[in-house]
């Protein structure tokens, strides 16, 4: 067992343009290491957003862990989302996500990602 | 883009005996789907526990995203462990996590799965 820390003292700001006002906590190692799948804490602070733009190459699932906020996918209608919820993106679409009174966010992209997706027999 | 709830409402009580006071909502589809990562969101309940058991074929990484409990790997010796700390657990490495006041926890387990190593020319 090896513990490690991804809270806000070990957050960074990766170089690039598509964040504002958002710090990155990675949990996993990245793609560029051979990871499948990589997951990360987005932690925005009031007025903080991603920037319109595409996801990458492969799907993606950002997951609000506290807070609020709005996200938008191709359609380009912004929706509010709090805590709880998650949304799912295909591979290469174009999201955006802005909180004005900031928000946490879990967001895991890999190969072959899918949301969770209940089957009939699990309802209540 | 598709929204779904990890919330507590979707949360269930997955059958078996290694969770007391502890439901799950997962995030993405599961190994049986062919999925090459899972993660879900694990609530527990104030005395909720992991009971002590050994990681399944894979990797894994247990986050703590809101409160605090106490958790252990092979060892056998409880850590205190709070929000934005993580440890991660070789495959089949005996593990349990346990909470006195009750914890959220996201666990993903996964082919590769490897924690975030800091490189050095990251260090401030």
Known sequence: MERFSFGSEV??????DLLDGVTVAPLTSP???GA?????????????RIVRHPAGDLPQILAVLD?????SGEAGVA??????E???LR???EHEMTSRDGLTVLIME?????????SPADAP
Chains 1, 2 share one sequence.
């Open 67 to 71: 807070g609020s906020g709005e996200v």
């Open 79 to 84: 929706a509010a989302i709090t805590t709880g």
């Open 110 to 118: 890999g190969e072959s990602l899918d949301r969770f997706r209940p």
């Open 11 to 16: 957050a960074f700001v990766p170089r690039g």
């Open 91 to 93: 591979a290469g679409e």
């Open 36 to 48: 499948p799948t990589q997951a990360a804490i987005f932690r925005f602070a009031p007025g903080g």
């Open 31 to 33: 793609f560029e290491a």
């Open 86 to 88: 998650a949304v799912y």
